[in-house]
Every structure is written in C-alpha cells, then in structure tokens.
Nanobody, 126 residues
Framework: EVHLVESGGGVVQAGGSLRLSCVGSGFSSQDYAIGWFRQAPTRAREGVSC????????NYLIAETGRITISSDTAENTVYLQMNNVKADDTATYYC???????????????????WGKGTPVTVSP
C-alpha cells in the first residue's frame, strides 16, 4: 500500500526557517517525481517545488527561488522542503504528492498526481 506522510509543520515566526519532510512507503521515489503543494483557506492550491531523478529539481514558485529548496534522500525515500525567511503568505497546509514527472509547470504535475499525503499545517506568526 502506498503512503506519503508529511511532517515538520507548526508555528514559526516570520523570518524564521523550517524544514518539511515527506516520507514515502510502498513505492520508490526513484520511480516518481515528488512535489510539494500548499493550500491556504483563502487561496487556490499552489505548487511549491518538485524533484525527480530525471528532471532534477523544479521550483514552481519562481519568485521564491533561493528561499525555498527541495532535496531528497533516496535511501530513506524522503523528500525535504527547506523554507527560509518565511512570510505570512507561507501560512498554509503543505502536501507532498507523487506524479510521473515534475513537468515544466505546476499544472502538469498536478494533473498527473497519483498519490498524496494528508498534509502538515504551517502557520507563520508575526
């Protein structure tokens, strides 16, 4: 059975950092692209970043390149999302998902998603 489990969310002060983890089981992350997306109550679902063996890393939030970094540990079947200098707009529930490829944009990943986790909430405090 396939599972994706996110962790690392919580309350973080604006300007701080956090690292989210996504642990996969029942499949190999080498066979799928693993991406992060987020959902805030008042905003549309938004792709954050993606990583795959064939494509490397793809940052859907181009303007945040440098502030957000995705990485993977294939031995642990884990993908990490490092977020630095967090802002109020980063407040959301963060989900990881598996898809055949990252693609060139968020939509191509989103419509190809096969599995996803239940999410981990992040709240950025003033």
């Amino acid at each position: 059975e396939v599972h994706l489990v996110e962790s690392g969310g919580g309350v973080v002060q604006a300007g701080g950092s956090l690292r989210l983890s996504c642990v996969g089981s029942g499949f190999s992350s080498q066979d799928y692209a693993i991406g992060w997306f987020r959902q805030a109550p008042t905003r549309a679902r938004e792709g954050v970043s993606c990583i795959s063996n064939s494509e490397g890393s793809v940052n859907y939030l181009i303007a945040e390149t440098g502030r957000i970094t995705i990485s993977s540990d294939t031995a642990e079947n884990t993908v990490y999302l490092q977020m630095n200098n967090v802002k109020a707009d980063d407040t959301a529930t963060y989900y990881c998902a598996a898809a055949p490829r990252c693609g060139s944009g968020w939509n191509s990943f989103y419509y190809g998603m096969k599995f996803w986790g239940k999410g981990t909430p992040v709240t950025v405090s003033p």
